[in-house]
């Protein structure tokens, strides 16, 4: 049986298309990240009186909504930021696709005490069909794309994995 893509697949897409495979084949390595369990104390403590995680269809998952037509991912920082917008603009792609029209989005990086506003436009919406393709034909691989050491490797949390 065949998964979404999920608003996360975006993500790693963008940041390393061998972790997204890594990923979607569920391997997954992230219970063990240090990286990832600060995120996770973050989500649980940063703007508690927002009702948080709205699951839609299990395949995209936003962090709170706060105001009307705006919704909010929490980051903890801007070290992959692009990769974070991409995501966004994804969840706007989806909501847009089940006929949610004049929705934005901001990343909030509470630890920043910054925010940066996220729109869909007409040439995201063709780049976001072209990236969804590519994905798809990355998890259809029967085997990962090939490693490219990078510089966010040594915070990955399929570091281990990756230089055995």
Not at 20 to 28: A, K, N, S, V
Not at 75 to 102: D, H, M, N, P
Request: charge should be neutral; glycine fraction near 2%; proline fraction near 2%.
């Amino acid at each position: 049986m065949e998964k979404e893509i999920t608003g996360v697949m975006v993500y790693y897409y963008q940041v390393c298309h061998r972790k997204l495979w890594y990923f979607y084949h569920e391997i997954q390595m992230e219970q063990n990240s240090d990286q990832v369990k600060i995120g996770k104390l973050l989500d649980e403590n940063a703007y508690s009186r927002d009702d948080k995680h709205i699951n839609i269809d299990n395949v995209i998952n936003i962090d709170y909504i706060r105001t009307k037509k705006v919704l909010h991912e929490l980051k903890k920082s801007r070290k992959i930021e692009e990769a974070s917008i991409l995501q966004v603009k994804y969840y706007l792609y989806y909501l847009l696709k089940k006929g949610a029209i004049g929705i934005t989005a901001k990343i909030d990086y509470p630890l920043l005490k910054q925010s940066v506003e996220v729109s869909l436009s007409e040439e995201d919406v063709v780049e976001i069909e072209k990236i969804l393709a590519n994905i798809t034909k990355i998890i259809k691989e029967e085997i990962p794309p090939p490693f490219r050491k990078m510089a966010i490797c040594k915070a990955c949390a399929y570091h281990d994995l990756c230089f055995i």
